[in-house]
């Protein structure tokens, strides 16, 4: 602090004495600023002329400006587009479960029409065999064509000779009024013995897999499968035979319905 308070004699800086010579005085000193001065403001003076005189800088600010609004826009744009996009989708996927609403209610209605038409067509049968199953019967008597049935209790049975498949053979017996035999005995069952290997019986599940079901649409009273059947081998057995080779009682076996068999008709 003390130091700073000392009187340094200007001169005294100069090592040279030519260069303090050489200095300027203060008065040219200050003639010199105010010059410099001068030159300053000029200078500036210039600058602010180029700045708002120069039509390059001009045309460049307003290229920018112009830039700015398209990219504003186009962004703007792209919204809504994508809205656009948005509200598309949400209609499409409204529609789509519309129509997956219609296609389970049709799912439902075939169902329900599937099955009336299943019940009338059982219906029709029943009447149909009404209907045929006297005159067929006066007829069986009364010409005394008894060649090939066999009378059993209150029923009559035809064993045939060829073999056809499952519903070849069921038309075969219905054309004479009977169907193929429905066995709810084991008088039945034992009488069947006869047959030949392989012989249709009036059981199927081609409607329901798994649920068996007699001709005349009734369910099983007494059943005679062989051990380990029905097992719908092969995903398609769905008619059954009489597999007459054991000795035992149970002798039924589910087999495809297509394959060619001997049968049994029961009037
Ligand atoms: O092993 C039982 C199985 O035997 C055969 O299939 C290999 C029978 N198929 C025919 O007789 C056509 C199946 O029905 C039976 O379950
Ligand atoms: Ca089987």
């Known amino acids: 602090m003390e130091e700073d308070n000392k009187y340094v004699d200007p001169e005294s800086i100069y090592t040279n004495i030519d260069d303090y010579k050489n200095q300027p005085s203060v008065h040219e000193r200050s003639c010199q600023d105010t010059k410099l001065q001068k030159r300053g403001y000029e200078a500036a003076s210039e600058g602010r002329q180029a700045c708002s005189g120069n039509p390059a800088a001009v045309c460049l600010g307003l290229l920018c400006v112009l830039l700015l609004a398209v990219i504003i826009g186009l962004g703007i744009k792209h919204d809504s587009g994508r809205d656009q996009l948005q509200r598309g989708y949400d209609n499409m996927t409204k529609e789509r479960d519309r129509l997956l609403d219609i296609n389970n209610n049709l799912t439902l209605e075939r169902d329900q029409l599937q099955s009336s038409y299943d019940n009338l067509t059982m219906e029709r049968d029943a009447i149909q065999q009404k209907l045929v199953t006297p005159l067929f019967t006066v007829f069986l008597f009364e010409e005394r064509c008894f060649k090939g049935w066999k009378k059993f209790g209150s029923s009559y049975y035809y064993f045939s000779n060829g073999r056809k498949n499952w519903a070849e053979s069921r038309q075969y017996c219905r054309e004479m009024g009977a169907d193929l035999v429905i066995i709810n005995s084991r008088e039945e069952q034992e009488l069947i013995k006869e047959a030949n290997i392989y012989t249709w019986i009036g059981l199927s599940d081609a409607q329901t897999e798994g649920n068996w079901k007699w001709v005349d649409g009734s369910r099983l009273t007494t059943v005679y499968w ?22 035992s009682l149970n002798t039924w076996n589910d087999i495809p319905c297509s394959y060619e068999a001997g049968w049994i008709c029961e009037l």
């Open 226 to 247: 062989r051990k380990g059947e029905p097992n719908d081998a092969h995903k398609d057995e769905d008619c059954a035979v009489y597999l007459n080779e054991v000795v």
